[in-house]
């Protein structure tokens, strides 16, 4: 059985990541990231969740301190982040 897809999150991730890390202040990467880290944490095992919450927590401040006046982002903050 072909299990690639199950990879999928892990390569999103990990390209976000490095984005964020060649560019720190492009705040859409951090923004992504914690997008699509909060979404895939409701399909990761349970032992990865804590770790990519707080590490998605971390991208959605950086984004919103370069980018204070997006909306969005903020409420997605209020929402998930602690």
Do not use: G, I
């Amino acid at each position: 059985m072909n299990r690639s897809h199950e990879l999928r999150p892990y390569e999103l991730l990990a390209s976000l990541r490095e984005v964020a890390a060649k560019a720190p202040d492009f705040a859409p990467a951090h923004s992504d990231f914690a997008k699509f880290a909060m979404f895939f944490l409701l399909f990761m095992p349970p032992d990865q969740t804590a770790a990519l919450r707080r590490e998605a927590e971390a991208e959605a401040h950086k984004a919103l301190a370069w980018t204070p006046n997006r909306p969005m982002l903020f409420s997605f903050c209020q929402s998930f982040c602690r």
